[in-house]
């Protein structure tokens, strides 16, 4: 049973230009997040996908969408690159009737520059 | 809004006992996680409180005092792998999670 699955592993972009990181929720999971985390701070909430909707979302400019497909993967898309953008991009996936599991990809790691 | 205090850093001893605290504000809670988070790694998930009182787990226990706002997670005979940043995520309605700073703790032998 695979866990959450992310990809690229690592990213290099330049400012302007665009990316889309993807990702696949464990086995059974119907939900999935996303976060942005800078280096040495905690993750900070993008938004959250349920039923191919967004449901949620965080603080974050509409540079940053998303999208979920009929298997519940996942991807993020983010324009007009800037600097700041780069940090971890992590998802994590969940049953929505299930608040106990979260469980989390290895994440992206993308530089802009 | 949300509100989450941590510590930024704590030295512990390798064998010792360590307490990490976290307070914090939010509207809608519903539990709070901790995570750890080994470098370059993704955050793996340690404990839930939903009410309060303590919520042991093998060498790592978890506090919550839903009242008072504020939790804390406990290491008992600390190991050289715990050396990690260890975050605490209040949880509200809608499945969502807001992560605090993270509190990288660092053990020596």
């Known amino acids: 049973d695979a866990g959450v699955t992310q990809s690229p592993t690592h990213l290099i972009k330049t400012r302007g230009q665009q990316v889309t990181l993807r990702c696949s929720p464990k086995s059974g999971h119907d939900t999935v997040s996303w976060y942005q985390q800078a280096l040495g701070q905690g993750p900070q909430f993008i938004f959250q996908?349920?039923?191919?909707?967004?449901?949620q979302r965080g603080n974050f400019p509409d540079r940053f969408s998303g999208h979920q497909f009929p298997n519940y993967s996942s991807e993020l898309n983010v324009n007009a690159l800037l600097l700041g953008d780069s940090a971890l991009y992590l998802c994590?996936?969940?049953?929505?009737?299930?608040?106990?599991?979260?469980?989390f990809g290895p994440g992206t790691r993308l530089t802009v520059t | 809004g949300q509100n989450i205090d941590q510590p930024t850093e704590m030295t512990a001893t390798e064998g010792a006992i360590v307490q990490i605290n976290c307070t914090y504000q939010?509207?809608?809670?519903?539990?709070l996680f901790w995570y750890q988070q080994h470098a370059g790694e993704a955050p793996t998930f340690l404990s839930y409180n939903v009410l309060d009182g303590l919520e042991e787990k093998g060498r790592f226990s978890s506090f919550l005092s839903r009242s008072k706002g504020y939790s804390y997670l406990l290491l008992k005979e600390l190991q050289m792998k715990d050396s990690a940043s260890y975050l605490c995520?209040?949880?509200?309605?809608?499945?969502?999670?807001?992560f605090g700073g993270g509190t990288r703790l660092m053990v020596k032998p």
């Open positions: 994590a996936s969940s049953l929505l009737t299930d608040t106990y599991e979260q469980y």
């Open positions: 996908y349920y039923e191919e909707e967004e449901r």
């Open positions: 939010t509207s809608g809670f519903n539990g």
């Open positions: 995520a209040p949880y509200n309605a809608g499945n969502m999670l807001t």
